[in-house]
């Protein structure tokens, strides 16, 4: 079935680093792709998405391109803040459902 | 404008004690969903609602039940909490699916979760 898969955390960064946090997803299709991210204490919301191949998505500083030849759809962002510290989540539609698959989350803690 | 409400955000529970987990959207979205949030494994599917009326099974739906009477809300029930059930619990809405031939689905939008623990 479709699925997604990233990186494992945690992930510890100083701040002004150059972050990326993998995402590879297996799925029938070509679905739209998604980050959704968790501040702490919080629930999740939608940081960015693509809908097809090639398109980037972009938001807050991060980045992320819809790779079709290798089925990624990494996350990165030039330069972190301590503000930036939450939980980073994959996701993609499940083909044929109405169900939405995300992959297990990334700790991204950003230090001064 | 609230978006998506969850109440209680805290609650202990004996196992074998029964409760009802609340979510309610006030943006008209037809699609509701429970997920679970646990160490290492993510989110997980427990129920979810393409209308009013309407359930469907998702990853893990055994020990909860769920209801959707009114459109706005969508109820999670566990009957005789267990121990296992010990997590937090998010709601999420979305609008209808927007159909086109790349089959885009449109964000969800999630309530700040209910913290719940069973002993």
């Known amino acids: 079935g479709d699925s997604v898969t990233q990186m494992e955390g945690p992930v510890t960064l100083s701040e002004e680093a150059f972050l990326t946090i993998n995402c590879t997803y297996t799925?029938?299709?070509?679905?739209?792709l998604f980050w959704y991210v968790q501040y702490p204490g919080e629930g999740l919301q939608l940081l960015l998405k693509?809908?097809?191949?090639?398109d980037k998505g972009s938001n807050k500083g991060f980045e992320a391109t819809y790779r079709k030849e290798t089925t990624s759809f990494h996350l990165e962002k030039g330069s972190v803040q301590v503000s930036d510290s939450a939980v980073y989540f994959c996701?993609?539609?499940?083909?044929?459902?109405?169900?939405?698959?995300f992959g297990k989350g990334t700790k991204l803690t950003v230090n001064p | 404008n609230a978006g998506v409400t969850q109440t209680p955000k805290f609650r202990v529970l004996k196992t074998g004690q029964s409760m009802t987990l609340l979510c309610a959207q006030d943006?008209?979205?037809?699609?509701m969903y429970w997920y679970r949030q646990d160490p290492g494994m993510g989110l997980r599917l427990i129920h979810y609602?393409?209308?009013?009326?309407?359930?469907a099974k998702g990853e893990v739906p055994d020990g909860y039940n769920v209801s959707r009477l009114k459109k706005q809300n969508f109820l999670l029930g566990l009957e005789s909490a267990a121990p296992s059930q010990t997590s937090v619990y998010f709601c999420?809405?979305?609008?209808?699916?927007?159909?086109?031939?790349?089959?885009?689905?449109?964000?969800?939008?999630f309530g700040n979760g209910t913290r719940l623990t069973v002993t």
């Open positions: 999420a809405s979305r609008p209808n699916r927007i159909p086109t031939i790349r089959s885009y689905n449109s964000p969800l939008h």
């Open positions: 799925a029938t299709g070509y679905p739209s």
């Open positions: 693509a809908t097809k191949a090639d």
């Open positions: 996701a993609l539609p499940q083909g044929g459902s109405e169900k939405l698959v």
């Open positions: 943006m008209n979205h037809e699609y």
């Open positions: 609602s393409v209308g009013e009326g309407t359930t």
